[in-house]
């Protein structure tokens, strides 16, 4: 069995379980920085998707996609 090395907290909302609660202990491959630095790109892309589909599942894509490549401009990936 592998052991995963953890960290001791986080505040990213990404840890949070389903029901909302932080997790005891956060994996060490989580990566906070990248987190915060996408997540500045979520704006830009609902715009893009909301302009650019007219049903659930071609927003989901877009969204995706446009995420995607933003993360790639920004050199996140």
């Given at each position: 069995m592998r052991?995963?090395?953890l960290m001791a907290y986080c505040n990213c909302a990404e840890i949070l379980d389903k029901s909302g609660k932080?997790?005891?202990r956060i994996p060490v491959w989580h990566n906070c920085d990248y987190i915060k630095k996408r997540n500045k790109l979520i704006p830009q892309a609902l715009a893009y998707a909301e302009a650019n589909t007219t049903n659930?599942?071609?927003f989901t894509?877009?969204?995706?996609?446009?995420?995607?490549?933003?993360?790639?401009?920004?050199?996140?990936?």
């Open positions: 052991k995963i090395d932080e997790y005891p659930p599942y071609q894509q877009a969204f995706s996609n446009k995420m995607d490549a933003l993360a790639k401009e920004a050199k996140l990936v």
